[in-house]
């Protein structure tokens, strides 16, 4: 059973079924021209807060092993690392004399929006509440989606894709996170290596912390 922690932050009560550490595993299949890239690995994400207003997100992820492919007294191989992003996800709204930045500049005065009066307010006209997502992967590529949260469904959409020089080609994405039945499941399509935005890749996890 979930339980909310009686220090969290007032505008971060929308976002806080996601806090805690979630496992389980999930595929991806995705087309690139006339082949499908598809695979199953496993998964480990976690949401957590330092007492501001904004959830710190961490996930990797690990190759499974093909069991088709391997003879009957073959040991299957240890799980290999594939993927890894680490980001900051907050609810949207104008920021203040209060809020801390830019960089290390402390804020100043009261938060405006630390009542659950205060952040209801700041629903958008369809009940929901707008939200931002700051995501950075190992090779070379950040994401800022914008989206949505209504009870427990988010919609994310990338507003903007930032890749390094090194970085393979990554054009934009979609991902959609729900909690169904106590687990968290999600889906996200990409557009890359030249090919517009379809299906990546798909998980269902359980907290486990």
Not at 33 to 46: P, T
Not at 48 to 67: K, M, R
Not at 93 to 110: C, I, K, V, Y
């Amino acid at each position: 059973m979930f339980e909310l922690d009686v220090d969290l932050p007032a505008e971060l009560v929308p976002l806080s079924w996601l806090i805690g550490v979630w496992e389980g595993s999930g595929v991806v299949a995705y087309r690139v021209g006339d082949e499908v890239r598809e695979h199953e690995f496993g998964q480990r994400v976690a949401f957590s807060h330092d007492g501001t207003p904004h959830l710190q997100y961490s996930c990797s992820t690990w190759l499974l092993p093909d069991a088709a492919s391997l003879a009957d007294d073959e040991p299957a191989p240890d799980p290999r690392p594939l993927f890894s992003e680490i980001g900051y996800w907050r609810l949207a709204r104008p920021l203040g004399d209060a809020d801390d930045g830019p960089a290390m500049l402390p804020g100043s005065g009261a938060p405006v929006f630390r009542t659950a009066e205060a952040v209801e307010t700041l629903r958008n006209g369809r009940g929901a509440f707008d939200i931002e997502v700051l995501l950075v992967q190992p090779g070379g590529v950040s994401e800022l989606y914008l989206g949505e949260i209504k009870g427990p469904r988010i919609d994310l959409a990338t507003d903007a894709v930032l890749r390094s020089p090194t970085a393979k080609e990554y054009a934009a994405a979609t991902r959609l996170y729900g909690l169904v039945e106590d687990h968290l499941l999600w889906a996200w399509d990409i557009a890359a290596l030249g090919q517009d935005l379809r299906t990546h890749a798909s998980g269902r996890l359980a907290r486990v912390e």
